[in-house]
């Protein structure tokens, strides 16, 4: 019986056409997925799952990014997973070792048994009736249509547009005898030893590249319109080491986790509350390791608050060291036109380039581009709430791992794959086939991110919004939404629970 529930034959284009049905269908085999697998498989360990991702390898944007000096902008402590610790000696990791991390933790757990790569998930409909959705995917470089039924469909896809990044368009680039690359399409021959190289962005993608170019490069200079906050932190946590040599490792690592969560908590909390004396401390900091000389007040002091767009990070400083030995230089202008030989600026300085190198943002794609359908209505995130920073109002058995703009992804997608399993289980002991989240009188409108950056303001007309107070509004405080999604109550008067199946024990 097990069996024939698992599979039905349906018709397509006059043919038959096998579908299989899961109980939780995971988009997305990075950070997210990953998470999702484990607590799927420890938690509801009866579920049937499987995991689809796209592209043909898993990691996310691990496996996908393979610009120069690509590594964590978090610490591994809290970007790591809590149930298999990070045990290398950096906590600022490059991407090879993140991605190493990746596939062995998939790999120990099983989880990597469950993906199934190279299947694009296209579009998925919920019908009320069945208690289900039919997901429809392109399969392989042919595009072959598959199709999936489940229970529940858990979108771990990120939000970030994997067939390319943002790229404006420059008067006169055509011109331009160099060669431009944008960071997300980052060539296998590109050869920059001893080439001049204009690096033209601000964000955590131009101060990776630009120390790392700049050990081989004749020079690099990091063209921005406005500065970003720049923060230097050790690429070795010291107190996590001193840990580890005097404690238990899992006990250690606890201790470091809960000693970098509480310690970000802090500064987030400082910056927002006293954004001046938090100014003066990060530009302290950069002055410090510039010199006394150097022009901070126009290169490095943004024109908006810290953690009004996300602060950028660099390992022991690296992008300073480069800058005072030389070999690479900022510039804050803007461009009014590319030469054959590089770049002439509004102020009418010409900056001499080999290579272009646009660091210029990424692109918004809600839910991996997947097409939602709720009872045959096409479904608008833009027009829906996001309720407890995972699902959208009005759409039933669905969630959507997002993780927090100031801490680490990990941190909340860990959350959310257990307030999952949670509605997952209280589902099956209750015999309900449904639960959805349901706006219910005045609740506010707010952006669902509050960041000012570029790629977030590009994209506001995709996003949901969020509310002015819970369980609509986002905290981006992991200490309140541990406690909020691991205890807090499930059936809170928002979240609505239905469908129940005939003989179900209604008092469980």
Same mark, same amino acid.
């Given at each position: 019986? @097990? ?23 995971? *988009?997305? !085999?990075?950070?997210?997925? *990953?998470?999702?697998?484990?607590? =799927? ?43 298999? %610790? ?12 993140? =991605? ?12 990597? @048994? ?21 997901? $429809?995917?392109?399969?392989?470089? $042919? ?23 943002? !790229?404006?368009?420059?008067?006169? !680039?055509? #011109? ?11 060539? $296998? ?25 700049? #050990? ?31 404690? %238990? ?11 970098? *969560? ?56 690296? =992008? ?63 027009? !829906? ?70 790629? *977030?303001? #590009? ?50």
């Amino acid at each position: 019986m @097990r069996m024939a529930e698992d599979r039905v034959i349906a018709a397509r284009d006059g043919q038959a056409a096998e579908v299989e049905h899961l109980d939780v269908l995971v *988009i997305g !085999a990075g950070i997210s997925g *990953i998470s999702a697998g484990y607590a =799927l498989q420890t938690r509801c360990p009866g579920k049937r799952y499987a995991i689809l991702e796209g592209r043909d390898s898993l990691g996310g944007t691990w496996s996908l990014f393979r610009y120069p000096g690509l590594r964590s902008d978090s610490d591994l402590y809290t970007f790591g997973f809590s149930f298999r %610790p990070w045990t290398e000696d950096k906590s600022i990791a490059d991407a090879a070792s993140i =991605l190493k991390y990746l596939q062995q933790t998939a790999s120990e757990f099983g989880i990597d @048994r469950r993906m199934r790569f190279g299947q694009r998930v296209v579009s998925a409909a919920w019908n009320t009736p069945e208690a289900r959705w039919t997901v $429809e995917v392109e399969a392989g470089p $042919e595009r072959r249509r598959l199709t999936y039924t489940c229970q529940f469909l858990y979108v771990c896809a990120g939000y970030y547009d994997y067939d390319g990044g943002y !790229a404006p368009e420059w008067p006169g !680039a055509t #011109r331009f005898s160099g060669r431009i690359v944008h960071p997300q399409a980052w060539p $296998e021959d590109l050869d920059y030893a001893g080439k001049r190289v204009v690096v033209i962005g601000s964000g955590a993608t131009a101060v990776t590249l630009v120390p790392e170019m700049a #050990r081989t490069a004749a020079h690099v200079t990091m063209l921005q319109r406005s500065p970003t906050y720049i923060v230097s932190l050790p690429a070795r946590d010291r107190i996590a080491h001193w840990l580890k040599r005097r404690l %238990p490792a899992t006990l250690a690592h606890r201790l470091a986790r809960w000693k970098n *969560i509480a310690l970000s908590m802090f500064f987030y909390q400082f910056a927002r509350r006293k954004p001046e004396a938090m100014t003066r401390r990060i530009l302290g900091g950069i002055q410090a390791q510039l010199g006394a000389g150097y022009d901070v007040g126009t290169h490095f002091t943004p024109r908006y608050k810290p953690w009004d767009q996300r602060l950028c990070l660099v390992p022991d400083g690296d =992008l300073f060291k480069a800058i005072r030995a030389g070999r690479a230089s900022v510039e804050t202008d803007t461009i009014e036109t590319f030469t054959e030989t590089g770049l002439r600026l509004t102020s009418g300085k010409t900056l001499p380039a080999d290579l272009v190198v646009s660091a210029t943002g990424l692109k918004i794609k809600m839910m991996g581009g997947v097409r939602l359908s709720v009872d045959g209505v096409p479904f608008d995130p833009a027009q !829906a709430y996001f309720y407890k920073g995972m699902m959208f109002s009005g759409v039933p058995n669905f969630a959507l791992a997002l993780g927090y703009t100031n801490a680490s992804w990990t941190l909340k997608c860990e959350l959310t794959a257990g307030y999952v399993c949670r509605l997952l289980n209280r589902m099956d002991a209750r015999g309900e086939r449904w639960c959805v989240p349901h706006r219910g009188g005045a609740v506010g409108e707010e952006p669902m991110i509050g960041f000012t950056s570029g790629y *977030i303001e #590009r994209a506001r007309h995709l996003m949901p919004k969020q509310g002015a107070a819970r369980p609509w509004k986002l905290h981006q405080n992991y200490v309140l939404d541990l406690a909020n999604l691991r205890f807090g109550r499930l059936d809170d008067g928002t979240m609505e629970f239905g469908g129940r199946r005939e003989g179900a024990n209604r008092a469980a």
